[in-house]
T-cell receptor
Framework: QKEVEQDPGPLSVPEGAIVSLNCTYS??????FMWYRQYSRKGPELLMY????GNKEDGRFTAQVDKSSKYISLFIRDSQPSDSATYLC?????????FGTGTRLQVFP | SAVISQKPSRDICQRGTSLTIQCQVD?????MFWYRQQPGQSLTLIAT?????????ESGFVIDKFPISRPNLTFSTLTVSNMSPEDSSIYLC????????????FGPGTRLTVT
């Protein structure tokens, strides 16, 4: 069993939809949770960073962490074609980041 | 955040040769990391490169194959030695700026193809 599981998609949605991206994990010691966005042929870009459980909102993006269920989510409201990218979840104990395989999102006009 | 550049952005190399990838950061950082991203797979940490100490390698990666230098707080190199087609991948450096908790920022990557 992988430490971090993420559905690879692709997930295809119409512009304006609410997108839900999710990861599950097995290591209860993870404390830091991140979401990265990666456009084709670019490096990952840090979108959201959360410590421990709870919600964090930044513009159209909301990150949720449920440590009791070992489940994290990223919600994108009013999705735009420019949101089309691969979204990677990542988590860590203090140091080493463990990544999911990424979910490819396509937002069509 | 930090601005990170990598050179080269891509390269095609022959089996048995070596390639050195450079990573430059616009600010001083203590912790730098090198990752590999293979198609359809997660980003995998190769090693942690801290200035003033030997790089720390993850399981499955060895110094003879992936020697790393970290001469100062803004620069690092990763060499992929004696390459085989299995080394074809994207190689990424990342940094963890001081005072930013556990946030990590990535460079644009180096796309390596070994023929």
């Amino acid at each position: 069993q992988k430490e971090v599981e993420q559905d690879p998609g692709p997930l295809s949605v119409p512009e304006g939809a609410i997108v839900s991206l999710n990861c599950t994990y097995s290591n209860s010691a993870f404390q830091y949770f991140m979401w990265y966005r990666q456009y084709s042929r670019k490096g990952p870009e840090l979108l959201m960073y959360t410590y421990s459980s709870g919600n964090k909102e930044d513009g159209r993006f909301t990150a949720q962490v449920d440590k009791s269920s070992k489940y994290i989510s990223l919600f994108i409201r009013d999705s735009q074609p420019s949101d089309s990218a691969t979204y990677l979840c990542a988590m860590s104990e203090p140091d080493k980041l463990i990544f999911g395989t990424g979910t490819r999102l396509q937002v069509f006009p | 955040s930090a601005v990170i550049s990598q050179k080269p952005s891509r390269d095609i190399c022959q089996r048995g040769t070596s390639l050195t990838i450079q990573c430059q950061v616009d600010s001083q950082v203590t912790m730098m990391f090198w990752y590999r991203q293979q198609p359809g797979q997660s980003l995998t940490l190769i090693a942690t490169a801290n200035q003033g100490s030997e790089a720390t390698y993850e399981s499955g990666f060895v110094i003879d194959k992936f020697p790393i230098s970290r001469p100062n707080l803004t620069f690092s190199t990763l060499t992929v030695s004696n390459m085989s087609p299995e080394d074809s991948s994207i190689y990424l450096c990342s940094v963890r700026p001081s005072g930013r908790g556990n946030e990590q920022y990535f460079g644009p990557g180096t796309r390596l193809t070994v023929t």
